[in-house]
């Protein structure tokens, strides 16, 4: 009975510890959201308020009026999109040419691929903007693009669950006639659902949520994406908050809506790999 106690006691402080850590991951988006309601003279005034006095949706009219925020939603989901998709389909098929294929120098190709994840992005800034405008591709949505369609860690992922797939499988599939590529598509895919859930929701949440590539290769504002657009509202001279906030929350709430949608999948496949 004291064990049980003991039991119900750590139960509870681990439930406390969680919402307590909870709150306080939350505290900003919904300082954010409840921003976006306010005024910019009420900002000034009550600083440590976050409950608006009256409630206004200024801020969004402004965010859709006072710049091209629909042109900027628009080429976020394309190039998150395009880039979800070619991702998904070159880490499951180099992911599975080195889970299931034989060829000299596979161990040595697969560790030069991981160390290429050890590697900052900022280290290899200036050598990708050079080679985007030597091939002419300088402010298009290209230079967004084809930089990230090969995803290392995309590659090790994939490659980690397609491993654990049955080579008999694989094997009666040839004996059965079927090609490399029908094996792939109909063997290999089906039986890694998690990972490829868990894989698009990080490619999308990073391509839409990425500020530092379309600052370097784009310039014509109706090219831009949407985490530009807080740029546009708050600079050095301006600041309107209440704006900003609006467009942050435009911004964020694809990402909920995709994660809230895919969540088992993406539980699942986080689940799985932490069990390899």
Known sequence: MKRKGIYKTYHYIIIAFLIVFCGIMMFPMVWM????????????????????????????????????????????????????????????????????????????????????????GQVTMIPRFLMIQKMGLFNTQWALIIPGIVSAFGIYLSRQFIADIPDSICEAAKIDGAAPFAIYWRIILPNIKPAIGSLGIFTAMMSWNDYLNPLLMLNDKE???LPLALVVFSTEHTQDLTTTMAAATVIMLPMIIIFIIFQKQFIKGLALSGMK
């Open 33 to 120: 959201f409840l921003t976006s309601f306010r005024t910019n003279a009420d900002i000034r005034m009550n600083k440590t308020s976050i409950l608006p006095e009256v409630w206004t949706m200024e801020g969004y009219v402004k965010a859709f009026t006072q710049a091209p925020l629909m042109k900027w939603f628009l080429n976020s989901i394309l190039i998150t999109l395009v880039l979800t998709g070619t991702v998904i389909i070159t880490s499951t098929l180099i992911g599975y040419v080195f889970a299931k294929y034989e060829f000299k120098m596979k161990k040595t190709l697969f560790v030069l691929l991981l160390a290429t994840m050890m590697v900052p």
């Open 223 to 225: 090219k831009m994406t």
